[in-house]
Each structure stands twice: as structure tokens, then as C-alpha cells.
């Protein structure tokens, strides 16, 4: 039987341990390179573009000549603002990379020391860089187009007569959602979280290009896709492929997705769902790519992705609100 690949020799080319073990001089020069790679890692303003600068007093810190602004090589990133090293960022985005069904915020906190909080924080704008970074081209070629449910539980009473059937409307609390998983077949997946099911078809027709082929399954609502694109449909009580017509990989998306819920995080649903999604669609698409590759290709996404406006200040923003 062939040996999986995240058992090869070639799915390991990052050492945790080189990572912190770098001193924070290694670690600033590596950042800078990765930012103004454009400049062999000298600092440009954030704000104006501007190349002239000059020291501050305060390590790490310049002065742009142009605008007066006064930044350090964080400042504009995802990182703005940061409060740890960025040897302990480094080190949270390669232990964050080799979470091959994601890695909780809890957990990454024991890691490394930190709070929740802080912990909380620093993988949601991991994931906010990945998702920022990720290709939004439109899905060619074969597309597999599914959804599943996510959140919404309801806990049964503890007396059998006191039941409710929860398969009921008026039972449910309103708060489950759906993921709309887009694959193209040994492709790209693209998601979206929408409140049902039929509502993926309008993220379909805009996500997925002219001309290519459709597969569904046997649900009434993606009767509408046979309008907009070839497609094929697969009656997942007969079999689960058929006459080349199957939605196994959007399905082995929505597996790796669940093992996240059930053994990582134990809740991924609200309003946070679609962060999940995104980071759980990049595992699965990159998951024949090595961790060395991937943790250069989430610290180049956070060196360049901008200031986030939902996660800078978010634990502020919460006392304060």
C-alpha cells in the first residue's frame, strides 16, 4: 500500500524547534524579508510608500521623512499592534501549520505561554490572512457543489415526555447555518455560509465559471444550476458515484471540517463559521504540499495582508461595547 504523504520524509521540511530556537534578531531580519522583499527587507512606510526614513531611539522603530509617520515592521500588517515577539508570532504560525485538522486557541495558549485572549486572536488573524491570500478566481472545470449543516443544537429534555421533535421549525433555535463547499475536482475549494441550503445556488452561479460541468446531488433546490451549467447529479441513496457523476471531494472537505469540530475546536459554528471554513478549505487544498511550504506561505500572507479591522483591538472593542 502506498505510505501516506504526511508520513513521508517529504511532508516534513520545518523544524518547530529551528523556528524557536531562532533568536529575535533572526527572526526580525526573516519577517522584514518576507514584507519589503521589493527592498531586501529595508523598511517603506505604510503609509506614503515612502523609502527615506530614520531610526528611532525605540528598537525596531523608523520615522518616515516623507509623512512624519512613525511605524515598525508590523505596523500595517495583520500583526499591527502586536504585543509578542515576533519570534513567538513565527513559532505560533508553525505550530499553527502543523494542526493538520486545525489547532485550537486553547491549546496554542499552553504552547506558548500566553492568554486565551491572546491566543484567540493571534489564530484568527492567521486565518484572516490565509483567506485574504487564497486565489478568488473563478472555480473551471469539474465543480463539486454540496452543503452541510453546522451549529443550532438543541439539547433534549431530561424527561422523555418533555421532548420536543427538534426536526421541527418551531423547535430549532435559529441558529444553524449552512456551509456551501465549491470544489473543482484535484483543484481549488472555495466556501460560503449562508442561512440554508437553496441559497447556495445563487453562490454557485457566482463562484463557478460558465461552462463548467455541475455535480450535485439530488436536492430539488440545484435543479435551478441546469440553467447556468452542464451538470450531473448523483442519488447518494443508490451510490456515491455513478456514471462519473459524484460530490466525494466536496464531501471529503466537509470531513475534515467535522474532525475539526468534533477533536479540535468542539464548536465552529456562529458567526465565526466562515473563518473556519476558509482555514479548513486551505488545509484540504494544500494538504500534498510540505509544512515548510505552508508555514512560508502563511507568513508570507500575514507579512503582506493588511491591518485587520475586525481583530486589531477586538478584546477593546468587546469592553468597550
Given at each position: 500500500?502506498?505510505?501516506?504523504?504526511?508520513l513521508?520524509?517529504?511532508?516534513?521540511t520545518?523544524?518547530?524547534?529551528?523556528?524557536?530556537?531562532?533568536?529575535?534578531e533572526?527572526?526580525?531580519?526573516?519577517?522584514?524579508?518576507?514584507?519589503?522583499?521589493?527592498?531586501?527587507?529595508e523598511?517603506?512606510?505604510?503609509?506614503?510608500g515612502?523609502?527615506?526614513?530614520?531610526?528611532?531611539?525605540?528598537?525596531d522603530?523608523?520615522?518616515c521623512?516623507?509623512?512624519?509617520?512613525?511605524?515598525?515592521?508590523?505596523?500595517?500588517?495583520?500583526?499591527?499592534?502586536?504585543?509578542?515577539?515576533?519570534?513567538?508570532?513565527?513559532?505560533?504560525?508553525a505550530?499553527f501549520?502543523?494542526?493538520?485538522?486545525?489547532?485550537?486557541?486553547l491549546?496554542?495558549?499552553?504552547?506558548?505561554?500566553i492568554?486565551?485572549k491572546?491566543?484567540?486572536?493571534?489564530?484568527?488573524?492567521?486565518?484572516?490572512?490565509?483567506?485574504?491570500?487564497?486565489?478568488?478566481?473563478?472555480?473551471?472545470?469539474?465543480?463539486?457543489?454540496?452543503?452541510?449543516?453546522?451549529g443550532?443544537?438543541?439539547?433534549?429534555?431530561?424527561?422523555?415526555?418533555?421532548?420536543k421533535?427538534?426536526?421541527?421549525?418551531?423547535?430549532?433555535?435559529g441558529?444553524?447555518q449552512?456551509?456551501?463547499?465549491?470544489?473543482?475536482?484535484?483543484?481549488?475549494?472555495?466556501?460560503?455560509?449562508v442561512?440554508?441550503?437553496?441559497?447556495?445556488?445563487?453562490?454557485?452561479?457566482a463562484?463557478?465559471?460558465?461552462?463548467?460541468?455541475?455535480?450535485?446531488?439530488?436536492?430539488?433546490?440545484?435543479?435551478?444550476?441546469?440553467?447556468?451549467?452542464?451538470?450531473?447529479?448523483?442519488?447518494h441513496?443508490k451510490a456515491y458515484?455513478?456514471?462519473?457523476?459524484?460530490?466525494?471531494?466536496?464531501e471529503?472537505f466537509?470531513?475534515r471540517?467535522?474532525?475539526?469540530?468534533?477533536?479540535?475546536?468542539h464548536?465552529?459554528a456562529?458567526?465565526?463559521?466562515a473563518?473556519?471554513?476558509t482555514?479548513?478549505?486551505w488545509r484540504?487544498?494544500?494538504?500534498?504540499?510540505?509544512?515548510g511550504s505552508?508555514?512560508?506561505?502563511?507568513?508570507?500572507?500575514?507579512?503582506?495582508?493588511p491591518?485587520s479591522d475586525?481583530?486589531?483591538?477586538?478584546w477593546?472593542?468587546?469592553?468597550?461595547?
Open positions: 500500500m502506498a505510505q501516506h504523504f504526511l513521508s520524509p517529504a511532508a516534513k520545518l523544524s518547530l524547534a529551528k523556528v524557536l530556537r531562532m533568536s529575535d533572526d527572526a526580525k531580519s526573516s519577517f522584514r524579508a518576507l514584507r519589503w522583499a521589493s527592498t531586501d527587507g523598511p517603506v512606510c505604510p503609509k506614503c515612502c523609502l527615506d526614513h530614520s531610526d528611532l531611539k525605540r528598537p522603530y523608523w520615522q521623512k516623507g509623512c512624519k509617520y512613525q511605524f515598525s515592521m508590523t505596523s500595517g500588517t495583520i500583526f499591527h499592534s502586536r504585543k509578542l515577539s515576533v519570534r513567538d508570532i513565527l513559532g505560533a504560525i505550530i501549520t502543523n494542526g493538520a485538522k486545525g489547532y485550537s486557541a491549546q496554542l495558549s499552553r504552547d506558548l505561554c492568554t486565551y491572546a491566543a484567540f486572536v493571534l489564530c484568527h488573524k492567521m486565518r484572516e490572512a490565509i483567506g485574504a491570500a487564497r486565489d478568488e478566481g473563478a472555480l473551471s472545470g469539474n465543480v463539486e457543489v454540496d452543503g452541510a449543516y453546522f443550532g443544537y438543541v439539547k433534549p429534555a431530561n424527561r422523555r415526555e418533555d421532548r421533535d427538534r426536526r421541527r421549525k418551531i423547535h430549532q433555535s441558529k444553524r449552512v456551509v456551501i463547499a465549491m470544489r473543482e475536482t484535484k483543484g481549488r475549494t472555495r466556501t460560503g455560509v442561512s440554508n441550503e437553496a441559497e447556495g445556488v445563487a453562490l454557485t452561479r463562484n463557478v465559471q460558465a461552462g463548467a460541468t455541475v455535480h450535485a446531488d439530488e436536492a430539488a433546490h440545484w435543479d435551478k444550476l441546469a440553467a447556468h451549467f452542464p451538470i450531473k447529479r448523483i442519488n441513496q458515484s455513478q456514471d462519473g457523476a459524484n460530490t466525494n471531494a466536496a471529503s466537509f470531513s471540517i467535522r474532525r475539526a469540530e468534533i477533536g479540535t475546536h464548536h465552529v456562529g458567526k465565526y463559521l473563518a473556519y471554513a482555514e479548513m478549505a484540504e487544498d494544500a494538504r500534498r504540499t510540505a509544512n505552508q508555514f512560508a506561505m502563511i507568513v508570507s500572507a500575514a507579512a503582506i495582508a491591518k475586525a481583530w486589531c483591538g477586538y477593546q472593542k468587546k469592553r468597550q461595547a
